[in-house]
């Protein structure tokens, strides 16, 4: 049975760009029905994190203040946020210091709520429609979605998700028409970081992004 909600703003959480968590690593083989039950799992996740959007980004009465809280409660609690930062600085990760990764990490949450709270006050009514789910192995699995656009192309969108030990499932990397958004925001940071000078350069980078709102970052490609 599918499950539809209406709003194209989902898709903004798909240019975070995530990793496979270096933690996952083999579990038992589930039988038919445990795989089943995973799938099913899978599915809700994405479905509630779509309401929780919905209900607490698209209301006009919100501020941007208030935007930028809800969304980055949402990006943290969804989102393997830690495995995110460590996928996109990548080598750099190994050249700066704690001091400079710490920064990078609350920037890098900071400029997304930013970037992105604004947007969600142009709710229109498009449909998210979350179609199927398959399970991957080692608690990991792929949910299968689609955006429908009046008038236009639909959107695919295919979400990597992973349950971790508490039982609970993160998002471990978002693809959009056969375009992994990990590994583009890999590229898109980490060619900052070479013109900047090190990772230092990426947090003036981000913490200019944050005091211009909207504006974003040289090299980084938005999505449409």
């Not at 930013?114 to 969600?120: H, L, T």
Request: contains cysteine; proline residues 3%; positive net charge.
């Amino acid at each position: 049975m599918c499950n539809a909600m209406r709003s194209v703003y989902f898709i903004l959480l798909l240019s975070m760009g995530t990793a496979l968590p270096s933690f996952v690593t083999a579990s038992s083989p589930l039988n038919d029905d445990q795989k089943r039950a995973f799938e099913q799992d899978a599915k809700d996740f994405i479905v509630e994190l779509g309401s929780q959007a919905i209900q607490s980004l698209t209301n006009s009465s919100l501020s941007r203040k208030e935007r930028e809280e809800n969304f980055a409660e949402i990006f943290e609690k969804a989102f393997d946020v830690l495995s995110i930062a460590k996928f996109v600085l990548g080598r750099y990760r190994h050249q700066s210091s704690e001091e400079e990764k710490k920064a990078f990490l609350d920037l890098f949450k900071e400029a997304m709520a930013s970037n992105y709270a604004s947007r969600f006050q142009n709710y229109t009514n498009e449909v998210f429609e979350v179609r199927s789910a398959r399970y991957a192995g080692d608690n990991t699995g792929r949910v299968y979605s689609v955006i429908i656009r009046p008038g236009s192309p639909d959107v695919s969108i295919e979400w990597k998700v992973y349950r971790n030990k508490k039982d609970h499932f993160k998002i471990v990397d978002v693809i959009v028409e056969n375009i992994s958004m990990s590994v583009t925001n890999r590229q898109e940071y980490q060619s900052i970081i070479e013109r900047r000078g090190g990772l230092k350069g990426l947090n003036e980078a981000l913490k200019e992004r944050i005091q211009r709102g909207r504006i974003p970052l040289e090299g980084v490609r938005q999505n449409p």
